[in-house]
């Protein structure tokens, strides 16, 4: 393993590792963690890799103690990283005053606004950063990688997915903030971090980047009736539209009486498993 990089936790976990890891972000400049399970298969050789982008307040310890995936990913031989929702310990006025703005609430994007600009700049992280990070200390298949979230990281896999059709093969989303640039989470987050001109909005909402995107293959989202954020926050059926118009495959499942919870995400981590290691592993 790399220098830069610190193993501060690992576990057996159905018959691979979980662990945890620290290092200096560049992009950030900060230290950050993220999680990495890596299943029994990568003893053999490289293997597809995964990337989990989690929604506000969260960490990566929400997705690697409460969805349940390591046993899907051993099954299928998959790698998943899982990274933070944004820079930590930058202490600027107000970061954490709110859940849906500055700590925890990062939205994936590269900040512009001061003092965002400096050390939100998670877009950057994830898409390049960690990437690479991860594929001097892990053995992944940088030309099998996929990516998947909840809430504002559905939003985040969308964008990243949309915007670099090339690096990634498969795309997946529990309740995503569908169309960041028509909703009160999403107006707040890209106004703070991006300023008020709304045309600079586009780079992140699926919806708009829809508009010009080639992607290639079925995207899988799935979305709770019984979800407190689904007319407000979520409007999947803008996403629907968006991507119809496009002609971009999409099978979005309304589940009935689910919530916006990990419960929820738990049920259906299997089909998103095998939905992502159908695409990597075709």
Not at 80 to 90: K, M
Not at 123 to 137: C, D, G, R
Not at 220 to 243: C, I, N, R
Not at 255 to 268: E, K, L, W
């Amino acid at each position: 393993m790399a220098e830069s990089l610190t193993a501060l936790k690992q576990f057996r976990c159905c018959g691979g590792t979980q662990g945890v890891y620290r290092h200096e972000s560049s992009e950030t400049r900060c230290a950050m963690e993220f999680a990495v399970y890596v299943p029994p298969q990568a003893a053999r050789g490289p293997v597809p890799v995964l990337y989990w982008l989690s929604g506000l307040t969260c960490t990566w310890a929400n997705f690697t103690e409460k969805a349940g995936a390591q046993r899907h990913a051993a099954e299928h031989g998959v790698i998943i990283v899982a990274p933070d929702t944004s820079p930590r310990g930058t202490d600027f006025p107000g970061e954490h005053d709110a859940y849906d703005f500055g700590s925890g609430a990062g939205f994936y994007v590269d900040a512009t606004q001061e003092p965002w600009a400096q050390n939100y700049r998670m877009y950057s992280y994830v898409t390049k950063e960690l990437p690479a990070l991860i594929e001097a200390n892990f053995p992944v298949d940088r030309e099998r990688q996929g990516i998947f979230g909840h809430s504002m990281g559905g939003h985040g896999a969308l964008t990243c997915a949309l915007k670099d059709p090339k690096r990634y093969r498969s795309l997946s989303a529990f309740a995503p903030i569908s169309a960041p640039m028509r909703c009160p989470w999403g107006e707040k987050a890209l106004s703070g971090y991006l300023g008020d001109d709304r045309a600079t909005w586009r780079d992140y909402d699926a919806t708009e980047l829809a508009k010009h995107a080639k992607w290639p293959s079925e995207v899988l989202v799935d979305q709770g009736t019984a979800d407190d954020f689904l007319d407000e926050q979520l409007k999947p059926h803008l996403l629907q539209e968006a991507f119809r118009s496009a002609g971009i495959p999409l099978t979005l499942r309304y589940q009935a009486g689910y919530d916006h919870s990990y419960y929820f995400m738990a049920s259906f981590m299997a089909d998103h498993l095998a939905h992502h290691a159908r695409l990597l592993n075709g």
